[in-house]
């Protein structure tokens, strides 16, 4: 037995009755020279409804993580189960919203929403379909553009789309891959504040990864911190305990703020820096 | 207020006379190169000992073919509109099954890595055969000059519809297959909305590198084969020793090709989903 130290990831008695489990989860890829091993022991049990930011230097296997849990890939050990199912393939209860927006460019922000609708619900009526997709055009403000294809779409629009699609398919949890990483700073924003509000009125189980500090100080109940890879593991998870409904003045006016941002600054630069200066 | 409407202030108008113009100043280079090449030509077929006619003489010779395309004689003694459009008529037939069996075998190719490597290194071999090379073997096969000149044109325009298919297939973006995954789209959602849409432009491409080859094929083939066709007219007037005749066909061979490039590249623009 390894002596367990305090970067190990903490082994909390798992309940049964927990939303998202991922359970000693590691993933192993095999190469010419040896087997490569990008995560080892992951352990963390997500409340319904609970917003989780993942942070960590690039190469960690954040994104391999997320796809385990969306089942884009499958975990060499360990398993993850949603309400006690174990995930084994990609679906609809999972829904992502893809970095690069990945909306199909030859349909109109209406029909790349329409399209998941009526692939999950195909026996709902067509007006009720319909009324589904322009809700949730709606909801992300783009009723004008429902017949603009994302190449007229600036990209945080595009983005908005993405939100709509994966949320119009009342998803049990919301998985985001940096979804504003390619936007400028004044959209990024505006979007946290609207998928904060977004994720209060439809009380979404939410996923996210990202690499900036304040946005998951906005948006998340708990920071999850990864340790660098290779066998990257759970660094430590940090509670957020300001209050909601959250407002960005409100919060950056906390002086809880600023400790616990220096404490996950302290984490990535200096207990785990990256090797290679980014 | 009739004298308002006609007068050059009108926008629309205005916008018409300018797309004119520009369209002139485009062809003004084609013109000049292309009277530069006449005038050379007809210089060299001056020179003494000159084998070939000069253009004024091909024109001077060939008047009555110019003039009446639609003339309707005995057997394969017809206006060049009618050889002409025997030609088309069967690279017409032989590209559509080219198009339609190449699209799917493409498709199928793409999608499953096994009849990749099943079918590939086949197809890498048989796409270089010369179109010609088919033709007694489907002659011996088919036992018919007709049929077999329509299976030459479909076995030398499938191969880049074909590949080009393919290699679009597989190079559907993974994020909209991952789309298509994490939506469960059935097969036929998958087809008509990701796959179809992505891989377009590259059977557009395949498609417009096949027409070319259709119509490089048909003249040939029907040298051999005979009949009522371009082709078999071109060998009819040279070994009727009427070089002006072959020259004319010749030319028209050439403004039709570019007419059939145009016409795919036409449709292709219509067609090809934009960004």
């Known amino acids: 037995m390894q002596i367990l130290n305090k970067v190990d990831s903490p082994t909390a008695e798992i309940d049964p009755n927990a939303f998202l489990v991922i359970d000693n989860l590691s993933k192993v890829y095999p190469t010419p020279t040896g087997s490569y091993t990008v995560l080892d022991g992951i352990n963390l049990t997500v409340r319904e409804g609970e917003f989780i930011c993942v942070i960590g230097h690039s190469g960690c296997g954040k994104s391999t993580l997320l796809d385990m849990v969306s089942g884009f890939r499958q975990p060499t050990t360990g398993e993850v189960r949603l309400q006690s199912q174990v995930i084994t393939e990609p679906g609809p209860d999972r829904m992502v919203v893809f970095q690069n927006y990945s909306l199909l460019p030859w349909l109109s922000a209406y029909e790349n929403i329409f399209l998941g609708i009526n692939s999950v619900w195909p026996e709902k009526p067509h007006a009720e379909k319909d009324q589904i997709t322009r809700d949730h055009l709606a909801m992300v403000g783009l009723s004008e553009a429902a017949d603009k294809r994302p190449g007229q779409l600036s990209g945080g629009m595009k983005q908005r789309v993405c939100i709509a699609r994966a949320l119009a398919l009342r998803p049990q949890v919301l998985i985001l891959d940096e979804p504003f990483g390619a936007l400028d700073p004044i959209t990024r924003e505006e979007l946290q504040e609207e998928l904060l509000k977004i994720w209060t009125d439809h009380q979404v189980t939410v996923l996210m990864i990202t690499h900036d500090i304040d946005e998951a100080l906005l948006l998340a109940d708990r920071l999850v911190m990864m340790t660098n890879g290779p066998a990257a593991k759970i660094g430590e998870i940090m509670d957020i305990p300001f209050p909601r409904p959250r407002d960005r003045a409100q919060v950056m006016e906390s002086p809880t703020y600023y400790e616990l941002r220096n404490s996950a600054l302290d984490f990535l630069y200096r207990r785990f820096a990256h090797d290679d200066v980014e | ?275």
Do not use: H
Not at chain 2, 122 to 129: A, G
Not at chain 2, 143 to 160: E, L, N, R
Not at chain 2, 259 to 273: E, G, N, S, T
């Open chain 2, 1 to 275: 207020m009739a004298t308002n409407i006609s007068t050059a202030r009108n926008p629309y108008a205005t916008s018409f006379g300018t797309k004119v113009l520009n369209s002139l100043k485009n062809l003004l280079p084609t013109a000049v190169a292309t009277l530069i090449l006449l005038t050379i030509w007809q210089l060299l077929c001056s020179l003494p000992g000159a084998t070939l006619p000069g253009p004024i003489q091909v024109v001077e010779e060939t008047w009555p073919l110019i003039i009446d395309p639609f003339y309707r004689g005995d057997g394969t003694d017809q206006g060049l509109f009618w050889q002409l459009a025997a030609s088309l008529q069967r690279v017409a037939v032989g590209y559509s099954l080219a198009a339609v069996a190449g699209v799917a075998l493409g498709v199928l190719v793409g999608v499953s890595t096994l009849m990749f490597r099943a079918l590939d290194p086949i197809f890498q071999v048989l796409r270089t055969v010369p179109p010609l090379a088919w033709l007694p073997i489907s002659l011996a096969a088919l036992k018919d000059s007709q049929p077999a000149a329509i299976f030459v044109i479909f076995i030398t325009a499938i191969w880049p519809i074909i590949i080009n298919t393919g290699v679009g297939v597989q190079n559907i973006p993974q994020d909209y297959n991952n789309v298509a995954k994490v939506l469960k789209l059935s097969k036929m959602k998958y087809f008509t909305k990701v796959l179809i849409p992505s891989t377009v432009p590259y059977i557009f491409t395949g498609l417009r590198i096949a027409i070319g080859l259709s119509w490089l094929a048909i003249v040939a083939a029907e040298m051999l084969t005979g009949g009522v066709g371009i082709g078999f007219f071109i060998w009819d007037a040279y070994n009727s020793g009427i070089v002006s005749e072959v020259i004319l066909a010749i030319i028209y061979v050439g403004l039709v090709g570019l007419l059939l490039d145009k016409i795919i590249c036409f449709i292709a623009d219509r067609v090809v989903p934009a960004d």
